[in-house]
Structures are given as structure tokens and as C-alpha cells.
């Protein structure tokens, strides 16, 4: 795998942890809003998309791609508080039924792979958004980031 593919997927990764770990819980563990949640994505994304000088047309297209991940992260989310719901009752259950909690499992992880595969998506049209110039400077921002600045 080289260099690229293994940003790509770190980036994704990070996209897709950001995404979803917004909806956990604001300060002191209270639920966050996720309209607050995605004013405050849309805000660090748009510090980005100033340090690299993007255009108004790359600037909508980026923002639609985080749109729709973040809508697909929110109702991945919402479906995350239904299993973990269906697993307490399983748990509570004097007999959990073992096929139940293995379909519960997969259907997780089905739609977790569905998610990432729509970032890994969404980070292969933004690679095609931005110029050669940009990417290497998105690059760097990662590596730098990878590396604890």
C-alpha cells in the first residue's frame, strides 16, 4: 500500500471518527446538538478551506460532501442508541438469544463498513475537488497531525 492510500485512509478514518464522535456527549457528558455539532464542523472546515486558498466552487462541493456524511453520521448514530438498546435487553434476559445478539453484531458492522465507504468515497471526490497544490498542502496538515504536531 503506498503513501497515498494510507493518507487516504487515515484521513477517512479521522473524517469518519470526527463525525460520529461529535454526537457523543457535549461538556460534563450531556447530549450535543447536532445542528451545534455541525455549525462547529462547518466552522473548522471553512478554516480549512481558507488556509488553502479554495475557491467558491470547491468550497460548496466540499461542503455538500461533509453534508451528506454528516447525515449519514447522524443516523448511524440514532441506529447505534437503538442496537445498544436491543443488546441491554439481551443482557437483561434470564436467556439472551446468542443468534439475536450475532445479528445485531453484523448489522452493526454492516452499516459501519456502509459508512466508511462512503467517507473513503467522499475522500477520492474531494482528491478530484482540490488542485495538486492543495493536496500536498492537506497532506502535510495530516502528516503533521500524525506525527503530535
Known sequence: MNTKN?????????LAFVLL????????????????VKQMITWRLDDRMEDL???EQQKQAIHGLKDSLFED???LHEENKGAR????????????????VHALVDARVDAFRAFAHKVADA???????????QRQQLTANVREHM???
Open 85 to 100: 438498546a436491543q443488546m441491554l435487553e439481551q443482557w437483561d434476559s434470564a436467556n439472551p438469544d446468542s443468534r439475536a
Open 21 to 36: 464522535s461529535g454526537f457523543r456527549g457535549g461538556h460534563f457528558g450531556g447530549p450535543r446538538d447536532p445542528e451545534r
Open 123 to 133: 475522500a477520492l471526490q474531494a482528491h478530484r475537488i482540490f488542485t495538486p497544490e
Open 6 to 14: 494510507k493518507l487516504l485512509i487515515a484521513g477517512s478514518a479521522v
Open 53 to 55: 486558498n479554495a475557491t
Open 147 to 149: 506525527n503530535g504536531r
Open 73 to 75: 453520521g447522524k443516523r
